[in-house]
Structures are given as C-alpha cells and as structure tokens.
C-alpha cells in the first residue's frame, strides 16, 4: 500500500465513507503507532504483512472473521515500522500536543478541566478518546476536551474542522461547542467545520441523528433569546450564517447511500413509473423527494442506475421527462407538468 492510497483512505474515513474493516484498519494503525519493544521485520516479512493488511479490506474473502485475529496481532506488533518503512511514517505522532492557548471568557468548559490539541501538520490527525469516541482533526484545528467527562454529559469545545465518530452512550451525550453553535447527539458520526474566522458555522451528519443548537444556547439547549434548534438526519447538514444569525438547513453536497447492503447501482428499470425510481432514490439515500403522483402516473422510464451522485441521478430523470427540480430545507422538489 503506497502512501497516496493510505491518504485516500483517511480522506474516505474523514467522510464517513469507510466500511466497517477500512475503520478497524485505521484505528489499530494509531492505536500502535509509538509503542516500543517492536522487533525489526524483514523485507519479505513487511511485504507479506502489508500484502495482508490490504487485502483484509477487499470484499469478497472467505472466513474473514477467522483470518482477521492473526491480522490484528501482527498489526499490534509490526504496525509501527511498517508505517515508517512504507509511508513515510503515515499517521506519525506529529501535530497532538499541548497548547497555550486561552478561553474565551464566556467558554463553556472550565479552563482547569480541560486537554488542549492541536493539529499543526499537513494532513489528518486522529485523536481517541477515553470513552472509545474517535475524532479526524483538520489540520490547522484545535480539540479541547474535558480532562475526565462527568457521568451526565461528554463534553468538547472545536475550533477548526473535525470528523467525530462518536461512541454511543445514552446516559452521557456528547456535546460539541463550536463558535456559536452547539451539537448534542447519543452516538453517531457528524463533521463540524466551525473556523473562528469563517462567516459560517457547518454541521453535517454521516449518520444517526444530531441536535444542533445556535446562538447562545447552553449545553441543555435553552437559550436565552430565541430557541434555535435543527434536527440533522444522515446527508443533511446546518449551515449557521454567523454575521446574519440565521440557520438553514440543506442536503450535503454529495449525498451518500445509507442503506445497509444496497444493490443501487446494479437495479435496472423496464417501462417503470417514475415515481417509483425516486421512491428507490429516497429509501437508498435517506432524502425525502416531493413530486405530484398524480401528474407523474404516466410518466415511465427504462433505465439502469450508475455510480453517479444523488443529484446527477435526478437531473437525468428530470430531463428525461421535461421536469426540473429544486432543493429546500433538505428536501428535493420535483416540478412537473406531467406526460
């Protein structure tokens, strides 16, 4: 595995888009990177061990859970040398450090509570913490964590842009203070990109639900002025436009298809209505797609579908039957005047 293929897959895993062995792949190399006592391995031993650890991501392998023990133990022993001998030490103990940097006087965490990190190199960096929550901190972010979480909530201030991939816990939900926006969720995977300097505020959910709250909202979600609150769904994401102190809610830019084992892209369709290909669309991506079954009952297509993204798809399907289409408020409008 070469260094620009490790990237894209830390790229990937700061989308979200990462199946369940690409996640477990990156977490055992940071788990182990920096562990001393590991032996040198061979050139042909390193070969072989990175041979393995790749193909353990290609689909289609047989007795996979049997084959991924021995993996891991050779990962916790040669993973860190490995890292060094083929990447140029990928994910090195670069940027995680200590900072000096003061609270602003109205912080919602006690500065005498609180771990500083700060991301200063030029890619990624993975933070893990106590409570098995694992964080992708941008480069030019800072994390601050409460030094031990309280048994009521789990607390963190982001100035910057992070991926969180948040351990569930219902008894101890997760806060995420950013500038002027608060995100409360139980467990799920989100990104915030809350940049002091930026005039927008952006919270974007991979999957499960999140609670957003702006605009001097505590960590209970009451406020003193106007209650702000935007419930996010996997492809949703809240724009908060600071300067103006108004909240929109939107899709993302390139949707994703959350539907557990989904055969999208081989579903072929034969004269079908087309109301029926965008209720296919809306279950596959989790987005609610309005249209007037009644104007579209005549309207059929036959077609397959292709790894094109969520709103090519529609464009198509549009064209193909003089309709167009909007977006609002998370939501695609088909305006037809039917066939």
Partial sequence: ???????????????????????????????????????????????????????????????????????????????????????????????????????????????????????????????????????????????????????????????????????????????VYANEVVTRVLGTSFRVSAYENDRDVTVAVKSGKVSVYASGADASGRSSKARHEVILTPNQQMVYHRVDDIISKELVEKPEVILPNSNLFRMQFENAEVSQIFKVLEENYGVEIRFDKNLLKNCRLTTSMSDEGLYERIEVICKAIGASYWCDDAVITIKSNGC
């Fill in 1 to 175: 595995m070469h260094a620009s293929q490790f990237q894209e897959l830390l790229e990937k895993y700061s989308r979200g888009a990462c199946t369940p062995e690409e996640e477990q792949l990156i977490h055992d190399w940071y788990d182990n990177v920096g562990q001393d006592g590991q032996r040198e391995p061979g050139m042909e031993e390193r070969a072989n061990i990175e041979e393995r650890l790749w193909s353990a991501l290609k689909p289609g392998r047989e007795d996979k859970k049997r084959k991924w023990v021995p993996l891991k133990r050779a990962a916790m022993i040669t993973i860190p040398l490995l890292l060094i001998g083929f990447a140029g030490y990928y994910i090195r103990q670069q940027s995680v450090r200590p900072i000096q940097t003061s609270f602003q006087k109205n912080a919602l965490i006690p500065k005498r509570l609180v771990s500083r990190f700060y991301n200063d190199g030029k890619t990624e960096r993975l933070v893990s913490l106590e409570d098995g929550s694992r964080i992708l901190l941008k480069p030019a972010s800072e994390l601050i964590v409460r030094s031990n979480f309280n048994k009521e909530k789990r607390e963190v201030q982001l100035k910057g842009e992070a991926f969180f991939h948040v351990k569930r816990d219902p008894a101890r939900p997760f806060f």
